[in-house]
Structures are given as C-alpha cells and as structure tokens.
C-alpha cells in the first residue's frame, strides 16, 4: 500500500489536467481580463447572514446507497459531484475513499474524504500523521470543533508545490467514529481557489455526522 506517496501522485496528475483546463479558460477570456466573466460566480450559488457566505447543500453522502458510502455522513454543496474512489492510494493513516469534484460548480480542485482502520491513535494524531505524509507543508494551524455532537480537529496550513512552483493554503480536518478516523481535505489550485471553495468545506464540517 502507498503511504504518502497517494497524494503526490494525485497532485502530478492533476497538474496536467489543469494545464489544459487553464489553457481553455485563457483561450475563452480573450478579450476580457476579468476573472469573474471566465467561469461563474463563486457568490452565484451561495447564501448567508451578515454578507457571509455559505454553500447551498446539494445533497448528503456517506449513507448506504449515496454516491460515497462512509462512516460519517454531510452535505456537500450544490453541484459538486462526489464518486467513490474504488481502488484507493494512502496517506499516513487513512486512505482515499472518496472524491468530490468543484468543477460543475466552476472551481477547480477537490474536497476528498480520507478513511482508516479504527485503532489507539488520537484524532490529532491522525491528522498529524496524515500531514506528516505529505512534503511541503508548513506553518500548520490546528484547532477543535464539534459537529452534531462529534468532537474533532481542524487544521489549516501553507503547502509548497514545487511541480507548480508556489505555495498554497489548503484545509482538513479529521474525526473518529467507531469504524475509524476520518479525514476530509480540500486543497485547491492556488489559494484563490482554495478561498472560494472553503464555504462547501465548511459545509461539510458543520453538518458531519456519524452514519
């Protein structure tokens, strides 16, 4: 099995694939340098008291029957689209269970769910480990929330891509249930995207629940 290597390799591949997402979004905005006319509003779709913003559910995942079956359940927001993953890399302790892709919703990066065996290690020690994992990552910030009565942890932290040569925000946090710890991750294709997406990781967050 892949220990850190997992997500390496999914970053490697998808710099490709956003190569040529770039290079058609370049092509199309000819003539207009705004960003906002390139791809929708990253406001279009969401809602909030107090000008904050906050993603719209698009419907539930994690329970028997949904497109990723889990051992927690949450919201994800309107017109992403989630797949399970069937053959899985690792990072650290857990492995990848589930994709859930921005792009129907005009961003481009991912909020993956991550799943391990239940054990001994804490809920901060997975996701300790599951950073550990991954080179290029600094400055971690780490705090606790609850969510529908289920303690977790929540970490933000820079990660230095060098195939992309830049450094990034990106966010995950991580629970455990009875079957095991679960991580859930959103990365991103550069900060700004990273930004934008963080209310359906937020929604993902708010409404976890164990399944």
């Not at 053959?87 to 391990?116: H, M, T, Y």
Request: glycine share 10%; aromatic share 6%; net charge negative.
């Amino acid at each position: 099995m892949l220990v850190g290597a997992g997500n390496t390799w999914l970053r490697m591949a998808h710099v490709a694939l956003l190569a040529g997402v770039l290079t058609g979004c370049s092509e199309a905005a000819e003539g207009d340098d705004s960003k906002a006319s390139a791809r929708p509003s990253a406001t279009a779709e969401t809602s909030g008291p107090d000008d904050t913003a906050a993603a719209i559910s698009g419907g539930t995942i994690g329970a028997a029957g949904s497109a990723c079956e889990l051992p927690v359940t949450f919201d994800i927001a309107k017109s992403w689209k989630a797949e399970a993953v069937e053959a899985p890399l690792s990072q650290g302790p857990v492995s990848l269970a589930c994709e859930i892709d921005a792009k129907p919703a005009g961003n481009i990066g991912f909020l993956r769910v991550w799943a391990g065996k239940s054990g001994d290690a804490g809920t901060r020690a997975v996701l300790e480990a599951f950073l550990a994992a991954e080179d290029g990552v600094t400055k971690e910030k780490y705090r606790t929330f609850t969510s529908g009565g289920v303690p977790g942890v929540e970490v933000e932290y820079l990660y230095s891509n060098e195939l992309l040569e830049e450094t990034k925000k990106e966010s995950a946090f991580a629970v455990t249930t009875a079957d095991g710890p679960v991580v859930v991750h959103l990365g991103g294709l550069d900060t700004e995207e990273h930004e934008e997406m963080v209310p359906a990781y937020e929604l993902a967050r708010r409404t976890l629940r164990t399944a």
